[in-house]
């Protein structure tokens, strides 16, 4: 006769709890088998560095007024970063190392940011703060150890033209006061020299009756670039050259005069810098 066994409840539970443990059952399915190494997580990113080549003040204003020609520039173009204006809120200005700024910008939509890099060439007076970007990168593009986007930060100052009849038509003779090396676009050759920079500004009828400039760089001693009758302020392209103007400083009868600068040479191709003059 066939006998049929019959577990109870209990002899049923042992069984699966050993069915379960043969198979590797009764935990969550979620934890690492023993054994396996704990993952390291990658090592996180170098912060970038930022080395600062000379010294000037913060400038102390809001707005400021600012000029800015990126590594990008030519002397036929200018680029979404060519900037000469008086209305830049103080807040996107960033300036860690006092006049070494490195950070521009009209909005939080359009900052320019040095990423990495020198900020060479720094100077200034408390009124202005000059500085070259070089040697790293920014939000534009990178920049190599002979190249640079140069920087000019005033405290504003309009001239307001004297319309009055027989106003005495008054002149101010600009002399540098400070300027970055000048660049070659291309990189190919080491920053060169400003050898010299002048200017005539028409004080009564504020305007920019001439400004001049002589640089030395690569095969070139003397590159010269002219232009003559134009706005106190702005960016455009004249005699060859694309220029940026800005008023800043403290007294209208005496402004700084910084003007911003790609420039064509026999040999070494474009050339980019900024210079402060100072006009009286």
């Known amino acids: 006769m066939k ?16 069915a379960l443990a043969a198979c590797g059952g009764g935990g969550g399915g979620d934890g690492a088998p023993a054994g396996t190494p704990a ?14 080549q000379g010294s000037a003040p913060t400038v102390s204003a809001d707005p400021l007024a600012v ?20 209305a830049f809120p103080a807040q996107f200005q960033k300036a860690p190392n006092d006049g070494a700024y490195t950070q521009l910008g009209i ?23 000059i500085g ?27 001239l307001v033209p004297d319309l009055t009849l027989g106003a005495p038509d008054m002149k101010a003779n600009c002399a540098v006061v400070a300027s970055t090396s000048p660049t070659a676009v291309s990189g190919n050759f080491a920053p ?38 134009v706005l106190l302020t702005g ?17 209208p009868k005496k402004p700084l005069l910084a003007i911003g600068y790609a420039m064509p040479t026999p040999s070494s191709g474009d050339v980019t810098g900024v210079v402060v003059m100072k006009c009286q």
């Open 3 to 18: 006998k049929t066994l019959k577990l109870g409840p209990s002899a049923i539970s042992l069984a699966s709890l050993l």
């Open 39 to 52: 993952t390291t997580p990658p090592p996180a990113a170098p912060t970038p560095t930022i080395t600062v």
């Open 67 to 86: 000029v800015f020609v990126p590594q990008t520039e030519t002397s036929t173009r200018s680029v979404l970063q060519s900037i000469a204006s008086n």
């Open 107 to 129: 909005d939080a939509n359009s900052l320019i940011t040095l990423n990495g890099g020198t900020v060479a060439d720094v100077a200034g007076n408390g009124e202005f703060a």
């Open 132 to 158: 070259r970007w070089t040697n790293g990168s920014n939000s534009i593009g990178s920049i190599s150890a002979n190249q640079g986007a140069h920087y000019v930060v005033g405290k504003p100052i309009t």
């Open 192 to 229: 060169g020299k400003l050898n010299s920079a002048s200017a005539v500004v028409d004080l009564t009828l504020a305007t920019l009756d001439s400004f001049s400039l002589a640089v030395s760089i690569g095969a070139d001693s003397q590159a010269t670039a002219t232009v003559t009758s």
């Open 235 to 251: 960016v455009a392209q004249s005699s060859g050259v694309l220029h940026h103007r800005q008023t800043m400083g403290t007294d």
